[in-house]
């Protein structure tokens, strides 16, 4: 089962309110990706967990949290919404590659598409 | 940082015809190059992974090629049915296990009955 779920499916924020999103994943996968897809660009890496290891991109360092509790979860978080966080989140998962393959597949979830009014 | 191109954003094909979708990128170290399929509504699947030593790879209905010298990843379905309607997307990785994909902006695909 290669499956990466992905709740809520659809998220209405007001501006300035926190956003709390979930992603899980049972490949025992050891890194948990998420990106940010807006209309017509291309999905935009935000953050990632390797292990129990943040690593945050940084032009987007203050903007987004996470954590990550066990190896089957990850959360996006968002401390206050603003109009530009509107746009489908992705969370993808992986595992470090072997037999000198560093790469391995990311597989994503269907998404979370959060509107900010 | 790597930069990757896609062209063109939008294609429409009759169907039987051919599609071809190009990444071009910018990264010399670049060698892992991944090709995925968004049909509305639903995940990213990933259609092929290519190694930067292979060249030509041959899948279900479609081949990819990789220049290395020209920097250009290419996406040929070669008889284009209606099931391929959908947004695909290349990405581009470099081989120092830093885990991350650097997407194109996607070719919405269209094939006409």
């Known amino acids: 089962d290669t499956t990466v779920k992905q709740n809520p499916r659809y998220k209405l924020a007001r501006v300035g309110k926190p956003v709390n999103l979930i992603c899980s994943q049972t490949?025992?996968?050891?890194?948990m990706y998420w990106y940010q897809k807006k209309p017509n660009q291309a999905p935009k890496l935000l953050l990632f967990?390797?292990?129990?290891?943040?690593?945050r991109e940084a032009d987007t360092f203050e903007k987004f949290q996470s954590s990550r509790p066990n190896n089957s979860f990850c959360s996006l978080y968002i401390g206050s919404a603003g109009l530009e966080y509107s746009a489908m989140y992705l969370c993808?998962?992986?595992?470090?590659?072997?037999?000198?393959?560093?790469?391995?597949?990311?597989?994503f979830g269907p998404g979370t598409r959060l509107l900010v009014l | 940082g790597e930069q990757v191109e896609q062209r063109p954003p939008h294609l429409s094909v009759r169907e039987g015809d051919s599609a071809v979708i190009t990444c071009t990128y910018t990264?010399?170290?670049?060698?892992?190059f991944f090709w995925y399929k968004q049909e509305p509504g639903a995940s990213l699947q990933l259609l092929m992974k290519?190694?930067?030593?292979?060249e030509i790879n041959e899948g279900q209905g479609f081949t990819v090629l990789l220049n290395k010298k020209d920097k250009r990843l290419s996406l040929n379905l070669t008889a284009a049915h209606p099931g391929d309607s959908a947004a695909y997307f290349c990405?581009?990785?470099?081989?120092?296990?830093?885990?991350?994909?650097?997407f194109g902006a996607g070719t919405r695909l269209k094939v006409i009955a």
């Open positions: 993808a998962s992986s595992r470090k590659g072997t037999g000198g393959f560093n790469q391995d597949t990311q597989y």
């Open positions: 490949m025992n996968h050891d890194t």
């Open positions: 967990y390797y292990d129990k290891i943040l690593n």
């Open positions: 990264d010399p170290n670049s060698y892992y």
């Open positions: 290519v190694f930067s030593s292979t």
């Open positions: 990405a581009v990785s470099e081989d120092t296990g830093n885990y991350k994909y650097v």
